[in-house]
């Protein structure tokens, strides 16, 4: 019966292991199918089993055949006594035999010893699946750098593999010297002679400068590999390649290159000619001072008394470069350049002919409006303006550019308030939007508030249909909606919060807008429309409609902050604006995910 519990124990813990392990693909895989990438999925997860299946395999296969080779010159007996001579134990012949023979039932522990490496190096190469498919299906670009002449894909596609695998290499053959090196010392086999010389059987010999060489032909590739990155260094005058990289460091490299491979000659020639091995401390020790001289030092030296003195004359052919690859990757590579005569006068009949630009002249800096919409609008302590965005839209019968910043929830509430429902399930959304024309200023000198307070409010006509922030610059983690329980909407000026359910249940049945089954990510209110079961728009209020949600609700797949409608007071008809209020340009950290009913 023990034995019978203890195995259905060490099941139960392989099977929630393995669970665990497996629970992230599986979600990933319901996922990805759900959007219709189900194919991407099991490209991405065979590919990354694929590559932790051959580096694992291959620095299991070094490091084991190292350790064999160890095990087989030096006897389990030798080491052993040498062992116990330095612990004083261990003096009867009969007990050494006896621990030896006990010591090769252990060989498994080799085999451990290469396995948790190899594991390492497979789940890094597992993680790195991108740089492989790159590697693997790139192409050219068509357009080769004027340094070295190959074409930009091999620094896009091919470059960043080559680094990884000789990184790779690098670590590799440098723990098998080590272990193989610590080995034979533990064991005796290398030991000093009468005159303090090292000495050693030539198979050991071969085998420590055959893993010693590798470590150097791996350097000699790095070297290589190094003078391509000359091209993206930021230490010069301009990003990339300049006169000290092009002239010194390149030329430095393919040397540092070459003495590493006649560092892979020396050994070799140790091996073959069981020359004593303090040749071979002697040869990495000259290595070692020629990469220094060359890498770091000559190139400090030159860059000091030779570029520095005359920087512009000597860098003026790789900034050219620079602005022109530059140029070329904004696709503004036909750009002309034109003298211009600033020495023009400027009349009152310029100045009419360009009204529109003089109104549009930008007279805010976005950095201290953003903190002067902190101080004014940020209303409570959860939200927080990031960024102040600059766009344009049809204000009335005017074309004006606006200062614009969403209020997003912040990501800094009190400790006690960072729980799993409020971060996922009810604090989901930011709310509201502020703007101020950019050209104007009001008669206290603060910017004149086209949109504000919460719920957003306009004195000039304008109002958002749809307020929600789900998407924002700094809003991080994930949102579950329409889970039946109320989202937090926005504070209303008295202690008590509003709270609106976004896609609540209530206000799909009255719109009729979400189909049973369906993902619904929020839903949203406008106060002159409605729709009806049919999916038809009609004036008034969605007959019963929840008590919480708006008059009018449509359910949105996504929701983004809505477009604005321009108008004003008078016999004007108010227009609908042609741009939304949009979300900050760059790419969300955060996505908003919705649950099936």
């Not at 999925?41 to 590559?51: A, E, K, N, S, V």
């Not at 010297?177 to 010999?205: F, H, N």
């Not at 000026?493 to 209530?506: D, F, H, N, P």
């Amino acid at each position: 019966m023990t034995g019978f519990w203890s195995r259905l124990f060490w099941a139960v813990l392989a099977v929630l292991i393995l669970a665990a392990l497996l629970s992230s693909y599986v979600v990933e895989w319901l996922w990805m199918g759900a959007l219709g990438y189900e194919r991407v999925f099991w490209t991405i997860l065979t590919t990354q089993l694929g590559l932790f299946l051959a580096a694992t395999l291959i620095v299991f296969l070094y490091l084991w055949i190292d350790l064999r080779l160890v095990a087989r010159t030096v006897s389990m007996e030798a080491l052993i006594r040498s062992s116990a001579e330095q612990l004083g134990e261990l003096t009867d012949e009969a007990e050494i035999a006896e621990k030896a023979q006990q010591a090769r039932g252990f060989r498994w522990i080799a085999v451990g010893a290469a396995l948790i490496p190899a594991v390492l190096a497979g789940l890094v190469y597992a993680g790195s699946w991108d740089t492989y498919v790159r590697f693997a299906g790139g192409g050219a670009f068509g357009r080769a750098d004027p340094i070295f002449g190959n074409d930009i894909g091999f620094y896009v596609f091919s470059l960043p593999f080559w680094q990884m695998v000789e990184t790779t290499v690098v670590l590799v053959a440098g723990l098998g010297t080590l272990l193989v090196a610590l080995a034979y010392l533990q064991s005796g086999v290398i030991d000093r002679g009468a005159r303090g010389r090292l000495r050693m059987p030539r198979a050991a010999l071969i085998h420590l400068m055959a893993n010693v060489g590798l470590f150097a032909l791996a350097l000699a590739f790095g070297h290589w590999l190094s003078r391509f990155e000359l091209l993206t260094d930021p230490s010069g005058a301009v990003q990339g390649a300049g006169y000290t990289d092009v002239i010194v460091r390149r030329w430095a490299l393919w040397a540092a290159a070459a003495a590493a491979i006649a560092l892979v000659v020396v050994f070799a020639w140790i091996a073959l000619a069981n020359r004593a091995p303090r040749a071979a401390v002697i040869g990495a020790g000259a290595y070692v001072a020629f990469v220094m001289v060359s890498l770091a030092v000559a190139p400090v030296l030159v860059q000091q008394f030779l570029v520095e003195p005359n920087e512009f004359e000597l860098e003026r052919p790789y900034l050219e470069h620079n602005i022109a690859f530059t140029r070329e990757a904004y696709g503004l590579a036909e750009l002309r350049e034109r003298s211009y005569d600033p020495g023009a006068t400027l009349s009152m009949q310029d100045i009419r002919d360009n009204q529109a630009t003089i109104d549009n002249i930008r007279i805010w800096d976005w950095r201290p409006l953003r903190q002067t919409f902190r101080q004014l609008q940020q209303i409570r302590a959860y939200y927080e303006f990031h960024d102040v965005d600059v766009d344009r839209y049809r204000y009335g019968d005017e074309y004006r550019q606006m200062m614009l910043s969403v209020r997003e929830l912040s990501q800094t509430l009190p400790e006690r308030a960072q729980t799993w429902v409020n971060r996922h399930l009810q604090y989901t959304h930011g709310y509201g939007v502020v703007m101020a024309p950019a050209a104007a200023v009001s008669d206290n000198g603060r910017p004149v508030l086209t949109v504000r307070d919460l719920p957003p409010v306009s004195p000039e006509g304008l109002s958002i249909a749809r307020p929600a922030i789900y998407y924002g610059e700094r809003q991080a983690g994930y949102r579950i909606v329409s889970t039946g329980l109320d989202e937090f909407d926005y504070p209303s000026m008295s202690t008590r919060a509003i709270r609106a359910m976004a896609g609540s249940r209530s206000a799909r049945r009255s719109c009729g807008r979400s189909s049973p089954g369906r993902w619904a990510i929020s839903a949203s209110c406008s106060p002159t429309t409605s729709t009806s079961a049919a999916g038809s728009s009609s004036g008034g209020r969605c007959r019963n409609a929840s008590r919480r949600s708006r008059p009018s609700c449509a359910s949105t797949r996504i929701p983004i902050p809505s477009s604005m409608t321009a108008g004003s007071t008078g016999s004007r008809t108010p227009t609908r604006l042609p741009t939304p209020i949009p979300i900050p340009r760059r790419q969300p950290a955060a996505s908003t995910i919705s649950a099936i009913r």
